[in-house]
């Protein structure tokens, strides 16, 4: 079993940055991947950053260029650095992660970009 937990989320004015952390705990990691997706208010969760095994990213059209995501294989950790941020990238932040064949949510992180 693989619990997830997310911090770094809060206010910021658009412009501004914020990084994201995603902790995994548990045992007997096999990773294949750390995520994270968003859902804004009345919108589906959209994926924002993954990063594959071997260091192989991807993004959103959105946010590339602005967000870069990263990982501690010795922490099982993720992270999503955001940078000039916008009010549309306000959203609920969730990480996850493919281990051993089964996909984990963290209970997600609230983003909100505003002046």
């Known amino acids: 079993q693989v619990q997830l937990v997310e911090s770094g989320g809060g206010l910021v004015q658009p412009g501004g940055s914020l990084r994201l952390s995603c902790a995994a705990t548990?045992?007997?990691?096999?990773?294949?991947?750390m995520g994270w997706y968003r859902q804004a208010p009345g919108k589906q969760r959209d994926m924002v950053a993954r990063?594959?095994?071997?260091?192989?990213?991807n993004y959103a059209d959105s946010v590339k260029g602005r967000f870069t995501i990263s990982r501690d294989n010795a922490k099982n950790t993720v992270y999503l650095q955001m940078n000039s941020l916008k009010p549309e990238d306000t959203a609920v932040y969730y990480c996850?992660?493919?281990?051993?064949?089964?996909?984990?949510w963290g209970k997600g992180t609230l983003v909100t970009v505003s002046s």
């Open positions: 548990g045992s007997n990691f096999r990773i294949y991947a």
């Open positions: 996850n992660v493919i281990n051993s064949g089964m996909l984990y």
């Open positions: 990063i594959i095994n071997g260091g192989t990213t």
